[in-house]
């Protein structure tokens, strides 16, 4: 685990955990990429749809007509004040390498994908607080996407990989903290094959 601190605010960078079990909702509660005390985290009410899903700090893969997330890693890892590198699969077929650098303003993800088939992948920043009776705003354009509000702001950049810009807007209250969120996020077109994709989050 490595912490960062801003105004506020304590992250923690995790690689996840190497076994499941049978308690609810411990993919939510113990494989994002990030926690923070200040957002909060999001709780996933179905694989079905992206917004169901809810993937705030994950990378979601879109397949078969589901969404699918990180569940597990693999027994090699590594983590350093400089970066965590972790190996995973969200599901048959697709395996990732993941690495995460703590930077001065957030974390850089670089992801090393190896497919099956075409997909699409959702590299996702924190769920935002976008209640209509306070003053927030989201953005995207290009490789870019944010989502500020009077508590912060989390933006989400594409380095590699062709990600476009997008914010999700969740179903309501699947957020533990908010009843209503928004998440910028990266979208990337997978293919079969191996590539690589580098996502920044910026939140600090």
């Not at 169901?52 to 397949?63: N, W």
């Not at 997330?69 to 890892?77: L, M, S, T, W």
């Amino acid at each position: 685990m490595v912490i960062q601190r801003g105004k506020e605010n304590v992250i923690s960078l995790i690689p996840g955990r190497l076994q499941a079990d049978g308690h609810s909702h411990t993919v939510e509660k113990y494989s994002k990429f990030a926690y923070s005390s200040k957002f909060g985290f999001s709780i996933m009410r179905s694989n079905v749809t992206l917004a169901e899903c809810a993937p705030d700090s994950m990378l979601a893969f879109e397949a078969y007509g589901y969404f699918f997330v990180k569940d597990v890693i693999e027994p090699e890892f590594t983590v350093s004040e400089e970066r965590l590198s972790f190996s995973w699969s969200p599901i048959r077929g697709i395996h990732v390498d993941t690495v995460i650098e703590p930077t001065e303003s957030g974390h850089v993800r670089t992801h090393r994908i190896t497919s099956d088939i075409a997909c699409t992948a959702y590299d996702c920043g924190f769920a935002l607080s976008t209640d209509d009776r306070k003053p927030f705003e989201r953005y995207e354009q290009g490789e870019e996407s944010s989502v500020e509000n009077g508590d912060g702001y989390c933006e989400v950049h594409s380095l590699e990989g062709g990600g476009k810009g997008q914010v999700l807007i969740p179903d309501p209250n699947t957020n533990l903290m908010h009843p209503k969120t928004s998440i910028p996020m990266a979208v990337y077109q997978i293919h079969p094959g191996t590539q690589t994709i580098r996502t920044e989050i910026r939140y600090l």
